[in-house]
């Protein structure tokens, strides 16, 4: 017990001094990055390390959410790149376990597991469809949404300058208030601007997943037929499996970190300074002959022979 005690409160120290060092922690967490590409690791690390970067899309999603102003977060396109360099250095590392020992760790076997199930052809088509989804939907289309976003934001500058300034002519702000607007709005056209080349990173990561997704196929069928003397049918099953499990370890915090991206970068704040599940549940109830048009739609839908009229009837009454 006294040792449980001991260990706890030396981890509570070297906590301690990680928070008023948060420099020294960033600066290593880079290192290790690069020190992954370079360097084999165990399994185990690699499960932890797979975890913390699961924990770490979650986390920014939520904030995503609950950021009542795209500039609270005004690292974000830093953290896009520091993300971005973790997870490529990742899927390094598993892609060498892959290759060399066939054997990547309890996640990216649990996630190819999961996902082929008892049907490797299923396996392959669910992971090609989430694939897809990532990078021509959400990948491309933030992309695009944040060019145009700082495009116009750029375009826009002289306009809202010369407003700030003909309001602090008319009096109607004080030159403090002018001040504040004005760097607000030199900070909002920086960040969009880092927005729209962040996105860029993403986007060669969703491409790099998917290349290395093939090359671990290929190159893992290719040295269990050579070196393991696999038959060719066990040889497909294995690689094929630890190499969906893998890129999914690395597709799905890639989604998320996408969606927290286009999440910011799709944001008009309001006048009042809310998160995003009280601004779209405002205006949403704002519109309620919208909600019963819905209604009425789903109960003439639930008339339909063959429909779930329970269902139906269930989110009508809703």
């Known amino acids: 017990m006294r040792s449980w005690l001991g260990e706890g409160v030396r981890a509570q120290q070297w906590l301690s001094v990680c928070a008023g060092r948060q420099d020294m ?168 601007g880092a927005m729209d080349g962040a996105m860029k990173f993403v986007k060669g990561d969703t491409i790099a997943g998917i290349i290395v997704v093939l090359v671990n196929i290929i190159g893992g069928i290719i040295i269990a037929i050579v070196q393991y003397d696999m038959s060719m049918s066990e040889a497909v099953h294995t690689y094929s499996v630890l190499s969906i499990g893998d890129g999914l370890c690395g597709q799905i915090p890639s989604l998320l970190i996408s969606l927290s991206a286009g999440i910011i970068v799709t944001r008009v704040p309001g006048e009042k300074r809310q998160n995003l599940a009280t601004e779209l549940s405002s205006q949403i109830a704002r519109q309620p002959q919208s909600l019963i048009l819905t209604a009425v739609v789903l109960m003439l839908l639930a008339l339909i022979p063959g429909f779930p009229f329970i269902t139906l009837a269930f989110f009508q009454r809703c």
């Open 25 to 192: 922690v960033l600066a290593t967490v880079l290192l290790i990055a690069i020190v992954m590409m370079l360097l084999p690791l165990p399994t185990w690390m690699v499960d932890i390390l797979i975890t913390i970067n699961l924990m770490f899309s979650v986390i920014l999603l939520l904030i995503a959410i609950y950021l009542s102003d795209p500039l609270d977060l005004s690292v974000f396109p830093s953290l896009l790149l520091i993300t971005t360099l973790y997870r490529l250095s990742l899927t390094i590392s598993t892609s060498r376990l892959v290759l060399l020992q066939h054997n990547a760790g309890n996640i990216v076997d649990a996630f190819g597991k999961f996902v082929v199930g008892g049907n490797l052809t299923v396996g392959l088509v669910v992971f090609t469809i989430i694939t897809i989804v990532q990078f021509i939907v959400i990948t491309k289309g933030i992309e695009r949404v944040a060019e145009v976003s700082a495009r116009f934001s750029l375009d826009g500058m002289p306009g809202k300058q010369m407003s700030i300034d003909g309001d602090l002519r008319a009096g109607v702000i004080d030159a403090d208030h002018a001040r504040t607007l004005r760097q607000h709005v030199q900070q909002e056209s920086r960040f969009l």
